[in-house]
């Protein structure tokens, strides 16, 4: 069983930043990949990031790459999703998930273990 927490989310004006987080527990989640993704008000979930806890490799879906930048602290058991220069479409509930396998950028909300609860993201123009 893998438990995960975020936190972070906000208001913020177009052209800010953000960092979210996400605390993972359990006996196995450094076995895992730690996704990002995110649900805007009447779209379906998509995919942001994806660290893998034991490699660090880390991929984006091209929508954020170059603004956003996943990382982890292993210290602390948290992934973290710096957010800049954020654009009013970036608005979403962002969501993080464990997988047990590292998908790169083909992860799919069916395929994830283990979810947050979710943290909100407003981008004002």
């Known amino acids: 069983q893998v438990q995960l927490v975020e936190s972070g989310g906000g208001l913020v004006q177009a052209g800010g930043s953000l960092r979210l987080s996400c605390v993972a527990s359990?006996?196995?989640?450094?076995?895992?990949?730690i996704n990002w993704f995110r649900q805007a008000p009447g779209k379906d979930r998509e995919f942001v990031a994806v660290i893998s806890w034991s490699s660090g490799n880390t991929y984006y879906a091209d929508s954020v790459k170059g603004r956003f930048t996943i990382s982890r602290d292993n210290a602390k058991n948290t992934v973290y999703l710096q957010m800049n220069s954020l654009k009013p479409e970036d608005t979403a509930v962002y969501y993080c998930?464990?997988?047990?396998?590292?998908?790169?950028?083909?992860?799919?909300?069916?395929?994830?273990?283990?979810w947050g609860k979710g943290t909100p993201v407003t981008v004002s123009s």
């Open positions: 359990g006996r196995t989640f450094r076995s895992f990949a």
């Open positions: 998930a464990a997988d047990s396998a590292l998908r790169r950028t083909y992860s799919r909300p069916g395929d994830m273990d283990y």
